[in-house]
């Protein structure tokens, strides 16, 4: 087993802006020694293409992205934000090469299910998990694909992705006033309440699994985003760490009662305890070692 970072990877952010690239770095250090963390390789162009819209692509390798996107992508565009996005989609598409290899497959990076086709959006300017199942297609890979969203926010961008391709199911639990204010049809959508604690998500999360357990997933994606801690800046939910814990234990022994190769992916975590963010993210990838490997 193995595991990606993009933690080597910075780019220049505004004083003050709340984009989280402490963390990268952090989790990849709480998780030395337990697994190889190998920095994560650039994705191939040509899984971009297979994605994303070539007009799209095309502008953000040439002029870049016009004023308007930028605001709604929320970071300024520069080549070290390309560069990142670059390896960050290259680390979700390794990873998913390792699901179907090893079984598990790990990114300490990814998640960003805010990019559409044709445009980015939230932080997102490749959807890595839409170019890393594009690839699998590409080398052969024909089974269903199920990707379960746990992040506080709802996976816009995977759900237009995937809205007219029967062999890929789509599940976001997230609060329902958490951005994205326009959401997008996934397979399945569960939006909860501000503040919901522990016990309702858990149950929450418990039904859901259960419904898509009838789609028979042959490779499953994770997006364990954190930003459902209480405390999060942009997540309206107050999960505790604990509740995280059983969360993220509840899909991989969901998991592997499934059979399924799994790939996680990091997705957001922006709370106002920065310990609180790294803390839980690492434990994540350490219960799913634990569990699974
Ligand atoms: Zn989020």
Redesign the pocket.
């Known amino acids: 087993m193995r595991a990606y970072t993009t933690a080597h990877l910075a780019f220049d952010l505004p004083e003050g802006h709340p984009f989280p690239l402490y963390k990268y770095g952090g989790v990849a250090e709480a998780l030395k020694g337990l697994l190889p963390i190998l920095p994560a390789p650039e994705v191939p162009r040509e899984a971009l293409f297979m994605a994303h819209d070539p007009v799209y692509l095309e502008r953000l390798f040439g002029e870049g992205l016009s004023r308007q996107e930028v605001l709604r992508l929320g970071l300024p565009f520069s080549p070290g934000l390309l560069r990142r996005a670059l390896h960050a989609a290259g680390g979700t598409v390794a990873a998913a090469e390792d699901a179907l290899t090893l079984g598990l497959g790990l990114n300490l990076a990814g998640g960003t299910h805010h990019a559409f086709p044709d445009r980015a959006e939230g932080y997102s300017l490749f959807n890595d998990v839409a170019v890393a199942v594009a690839w699998l297609r590409a080398r052969g890979f024909v089974g269903r694909v199920l990707v379960v969203d746990l992040?506080?926010?709802q996976g816009n961008g995977t759900a237009v992705f995937f809205q007219n391709d029967p062999s890929v199911f789509t599940l976001s639990l997230h609060g329902e006033r958490n951005y994205p204010l326009k959401k997008e049809q996934s397979d399945l959508d569960v939006g909860l309440p501000d503040g919901t604690e522990d016990t309702l998500y858990l149950r929450a999360l418990e039904e859901a699994l259960e419904r898509a357990q009838a789609f028979r997933p042959a490779l499953v994606f994770y997006n364990a985003?954190v930003?459902v801690l209480r405390g999060d800046r942009?997540?309206r939910l107050a999960l505790s760490l604990e509740g995280v814990r059983q969360r993220d234990r509840a899909v991989f022994r969901w998991v592997r009662r499934l059979g399924a190769p799994l790939v996680v992916v990091m997705?957001?975590g922006y709370n106002r305890d920065p310990r609180l963010t790294v803390a839980a993210h690492a434990e994540t990838y350490r219960l799913a070692l634990s569990s699974l490997a």
């Open positions: 992040d506080a926010h985003g930003d942009f997540g997705g957001g």
